[in-house]
T-cell receptor
């Protein structure tokens, strides 16, 4: 069964600290993996997209890594800010259909305290 | 910031009412999607469209219906709202790998 599991479910850190969020998936075949940021009451916004051949991608203070062999990805946030408080969703796409089916994780709820 | 819009943003309505959630995008994307999301849970695809006059049901069974008469417009309709329809509804459009989401409609059926 194709699944995307994220950990931890929730995380609280102090402003200025770093953190790493994890994503494990069983989706096969694999096309790409995305990380989205979703603020409360808003739609998800894309942070990074990585294909099979990419093992790291950065977007400002966000750095995503991908190990396609172990089917694991991480999102590292550097020097956290209060505005980083949000849900971070890992999404994996297969290449088995013309739709490019997306499999969503439940997200990690990050709270940054001052 | 993606040019995809949803209205209304919040809706509280009584059981049995007919409602239409609006979604429009100005990016000219052929593919559009509707997702349902409950708090703390993953997004579930309920409808998608490859283009004008093309609509398909998604993975999650839904009593809603959709139409795609114009490329930029993808409304979702519930003929008779029930409390079980209470949820957040997210519209998205895509180009290649990238999906762009609207801000969502928070629906509460009393």
């Amino acid at each position: 069964k194709n699944q995307v599991e994220q950990s931890p479910q929730s995380l609280i850190i102090l402003e200025g600290k770093n953190c790493t969020l994890q994503c494990n998936y069983t989706v096969s075949p694999f096309s790409n993996l995305r990380w989205y940021k979703q603020d409360t009451g808003r739609g998800p916004v894309s942070l990074t997209i990585m294909t099979f051949s990419e093992n790291t991608k950065s977007n400002g203070r966000y750095t995503a890594t991908l190990d396609a062999d172990t089917k694991q990805s991480s999102l590292h946030i550097t020097a956290s800010q209060l505005s980083d408080s949000a849900s971070y969703i890992c999404v994996v796409s297969d290449r088995g259909s013309t739709l490019g089916r997306l499999y969503f994780g439940r997200g990690t709820q990050l709270t940054v305290w001052p | 910031e993606a040019d995809i819009y949803q209205t209304p943003r919040y809706l509280v309505i009584g059981t049995g009412k007919k409602i239409t959630l609006e979604c429009s995008q100005t990016m000219g994307h052929d593919k559009m999607y509707w997702y349902q999301q409950d708090p703390g849970m993953e997004l579930h695809l309920i409808h998608y469209s490859y283009g004008v006059n093309s609509t398909e049901k998604g993975d999650l069974s839904s009593e809603s219906t959709v139409s795609r008469i114009r490329t930029e417009h993808f409304p979702l309709t519930l003929e008779s709202a029930r409390p079980s329809h209470t949820s957040q509804y997210l519209c998205a459009s895509s180009l290649e790998y990238e999906q762009y989401f609207g801000p969502g409609t928070r629906l509460t059926v009393t």
